[in-house]
């Protein structure tokens, strides 16, 4: 195939989500993405696949591009974290399962937030804040009534904070560690 072969077969599988699994699911709750988070505005009914790829290109470079620039001081078994969590939160289909990806970043924000000396309380509860987004304000343990969290694609912000205590706290504390 070529790839304008492959991309076309690539956005007729997308397309196919919706299509199979309707929209509900694709733009529902379930999906906890930062691309779905976009696409609830503007293309609830996931009608245009196309949209996917293009916001998806842009979280990629955006988010890759930060990430890239404000983690070249971290040591490296830290920036993947961040890598395997970006690869979650960027993911057209990111159903919670997908979230087991970014609990290494969540884990050194917890870290990196304890080693803290000046606002370890702030970056701790910033640190929990995120974790908690992630792994435990479901409905499962917490009832219906988080559907509007799920809506907003709380995992990927609680893995943005995270990601955010890592960036804040990770240079300042990893050489203290050692």
């Not at 961040?82 to 399962?97: C, E, K, M, R």
């Not at 087991?100 to 000396?117: D, G, I, M």
């Not at 694609?153 to 203290?176: D, E, M, N």
Request: net charge positive; proline share 4%; hydrophobic share 50%.
């Amino acid at each position: 195939q070529t790839y304008t072969e492959l991309y076309s077969s690539w956005v007729v599988a997308m397309g196919s989500g919706a299509s199979r699994l309707g929209p509900d699911i694709v733009r529902g709750q379930a999906n906890h993405g930062l691309v779905a988070l976009v696409l609830r505005w503007l293309d609830p009914l996931a009608k245009k696949p196309h949209l996917d790829t293009q916001i998806f290109l842009v979280l990629v470079l955006v988010l890759g591009t930060l990430w890239t620039r404000l983690s070249k001081r971290l040591e490296i078994p830290v920036r993947w974290a961040g890598w395997l969590a970006l690869g979650v939160v960027v993911h057209p289909l990111a159903w919670h399962h997908s979230f087991v990806l970014t609990y290494p970043l969540a884990t050194y924000s917890l870290h990196f937030a304890l080693a803290e000396k000046k606002q370890r309380k702030f970056y701790l509860a910033l640190s929990l804040i995120g974790f908690a987004l992630i792994g435990l304000i479901i409905p499962n343990t917490i009832g219906s009534w988080v559907r509007l969290f799920e809506l907003a694609s709380s995992k990927s912000l609680g893995v943005l904070i995270c990601a955010w205590v890592v960036l804040r706290c990770g240079r300042k504390v990893q050489g203290r560690l050692a």
